[in-house]
């Protein structure tokens, strides 16, 4: 009998990486191709679309094609679109999933990386048997997937789990979005550079920091120096947390999860995140709710979590009926 | 042939309130008893029961009760429970779904008075055909109810929707709950009473209720005050919608809702607080929500909305399963 299987999509600014994937969340025919290039969206999904038909040719008559999940910024569950990404080369709205479905005689679907990240950890990771938890990633900005009641919430207009641009503080950092002092420009890899500027600005405390210029700074330099002890470096990640936990603590009083999972780049910090994070949240959050709310890893670490969260949600549609 | 019937029942500090309720909302037999004054909780609900036996004897033959729906502060919809409620006379975890499944051979189930009003809203009220909302109450405090995908979101614990406890300032009011700088201690009557004590000490501006003692002002004298023009009062306005519209962008960035319902006693304030909360929560809004988000007054104004939502809790039940 032929096994079931979808394909995961996640299209980036820069690669589009892609696999099949079975029903237990295994992968097979990891690939990537650049996203760039194309005249169009449709070039590049006919283009896509060709190299997917070979992987699966390759596996012959023993996989059963069921859909086609993908994964990308600014995507549109409602709508099947990718509307205005600042970071693809197409302006506008794209109908992604129409045009997959176009090459594939089978349901396709598109959701933001973010909530395609909450559903495969609810399908495949650590989030297996949970109902209620949140999923942040950490990477150049703050995304997130909310999970209430064991549905992804999308809101009214497919928008929903913007926790990345809740506001810290009004008169704060500028944000890419246009306003100020959201989430993200705290907490986050880009955010946690601009608190080491601000702390050489407004600490005397030594830091091997004070020889890098600020375009020359990456997170990853900031954890090692924290790692080697480095008081300034520690003190940027004391802050990243006490914000972070701030702002999950009132994500908290939305939603009551079970557990929030953090994720991406700043995530791979471990304790040094982890720790003034929890610790931080727990002091902010209302008594009922404190002890309560687990702050993990994603139990998803050596996979390709974007490309496996791609193919759970359409594994999820397949479930849902 | 019978009407199928429900009983509502809202229980508050002073007054239990209680109706029995058809599918269309309708109340019959409205009345209210003390809370206050039983030896016990098993005292309380069978003296409770009682009249609503009467109640009910009075309909004849022509209903058929389907079923208990209960509001009432610190309620767990989970367990069935009140727990620790401050306002009320009986301590620790009381499970009053069970007791009053006792008196009546039909399904019981409680939450608490801010998700009751939202599932009124959504089966009676402005919400009818929504998916995603929210219902805010400003009265002594803030509370809230979330509805996502049209299931309304308890949560892992059964304690979901706390906005009025999350956070605009850590080093703000100290709140009731034992934090400080709540929404709720902003955002509420007694919130906005606290903000003209704010503006008296820190403003010249002339005002009326500089003639007034703390422990004799109330929410409806700022807004008598507003509405004849004192500077004062409509500054306290201003402050209260701002630091609202500010939480409630926050919230929208969760659950993207489709419409935020104000409702309670500062919401009878009408223009005065829903024109500031407007306009702040846009300019606080992240760009892809902006002008999408309806900020309206219950559409169950003339209705005894605790009791109805209390009824519409166990309609939905019965709608659901």
Redesign the interface.
């Known amino acids: 009998m032929a096994t079931d299987v979808v394909i995961g999509i996640d299209i980036g600014g820069t690669n589009t990486a892609y696999a099949v994937v079975d029903r237990s969340g295994t992968l097979a025919c990891e690939s990537s191709v650049p996203t760039r290039g194309y005249r169009s969206p449709e070039e590049f999904v006919a283009a896509v679309s060709e190299r997917m038909r070979e992987s699966l040719k390759g596996l012959g008559q023993s996989v059963t094609l069921r859909g086609v999940g993908i994964g990308a910024p600014n995507a549109n569950y409602y709508n099947g679109t990718i509307e205005f990404a600042p970071n693809l080369e197409w302006k506008g709205v794209i109908k992604m999933a129409g045009l997959f479905a176009g090459h594939f005689p089978v349901p396709a679907a598109i959701t933001n990386d973010a909530n395609a990240a909450a559903i495969g950890e609810m399908l495949f990771g650590g989030a297996r048997g949970?109902?209620?938890f949140i999923v942040i990633t950490l990477g150049t900005g703050l995304g997130s997937g909310?999970v209430?009641?064991g549905?992804l919430?999308?809101?009214?207009?497919?928008?929903?789990?913007?926790?990345g641009?809740?506001?810290v503080d009004?008169d704060g950092r500028q944000c890419g979005?246009?306003?100020r002092g959201c989430l993200e420009t705290y907490a986050s890899a880009s955010g946690i550079k601009r608190t080491v500027f601000e702390l050489l600005a407004t600490s005397n405390l030594p830091s091997e920091l004070r020889e890098v210029a600020f375009t020359g700074l990456t997170a990853a330099m900031v954890s090692d120096a924290a790692l080697r002890g480095d008081p300034l470096a520690l003190e940027a990640f004391e802050h990243t947390g006490r914000l972070l936990g701030?702002k999950l603590?009132?994500?908290v009083?939305?939603?009551?999860?079970?557990a929030i999972f953090l994720f991406g780049g700043l995530a791979n910090a471990g304790e040094l995140i982890f720790k003034p994070t929890q610790r931080w949240m727990e002091e902010?959050m209302?008594?009922?709710?404190k002890n309560?709310v687990k702050l993990l890893p994603s139990g998803l670490k050596d996979k390709n979590v974007a490309v496996l969260g791609a193919a759970a949600l359409i594994w999820n549609e397949l479930k849902n009926g």
């Open positions: 949970m109902k209620d909310i209430a009641g549905q919430v999308y809101g009214h207009d497919g928008f929903a789990g913007e926790i641009h809740t506001i009004p979005c246009g306003r701030l603590a009132d994500a009083a939305h939603t009551s999860p079970e902010y209302l008594n009922i709710f309560k």
